[in-house]
């Protein structure tokens, strides 16, 4: 049975840090594809990032592109998200999510399983 566990929301002001951290059971991370989405209330899911399992290569949205930094370590089979330059607009529940395979994917009903969200508030 495969398990993702997200942590390391928080509130923060605009212009300041988190890191979120994703820890895997049941699912290797050298097989699979992991992703950072997130959901603002009224909004539909939106792509963060992801990383290869083999390589690591990464791709991330264009709205992130610059300030968050995916990685992974699969010795702890946990996967990060670094947050810098954080705005208002960053605001939502981030979801982390995995797919079998090594091909990166930003459509969320492509991805076989998801955590259960953690809660990024930024404030003005």
């Known amino acids: 049975q495969v398990q993702l566990v997200e942590s390391g929301g928080g509130l923060v002001q605009a212009g300041g840090s988190l890191r979120l951290a994703c820890a895997a059971s049941g699912l290797t991370l050298s097989n699979s594809v992991m992703g950072w989405f997130r959901q603002a209330p009224g909004k539909e899911r939106e792509f963060v990032a992801a990383?290869?399992?083999?390589?690591?290569?990464?791709y991330y949205g264009d709205s992130v592109k610059g300030r968050f930094t995916i990685s992974r370590d699969n010795a702890k089979n946990t996967v990060y998200l670094q947050m810098n330059s954080l705005k208002p607009e960053d605001t939502a529940v981030y979801y982390c999510?995995?797919?079998?395979?090594?091909?990166?994917?930003?459509?969320?009903?492509?991805?076989?399983?998801w955590g259960q969200g953690t809660q990024v508030t930024v404030s003005s």
């Open positions: 999510a995995g797919r079998l395979g090594n091909t990166i994917v930003v459509v969320s009903i492509l991805y076989d399983y």
């Open positions: 990383i290869r399992g083999s390589g690591g290569s990464t």
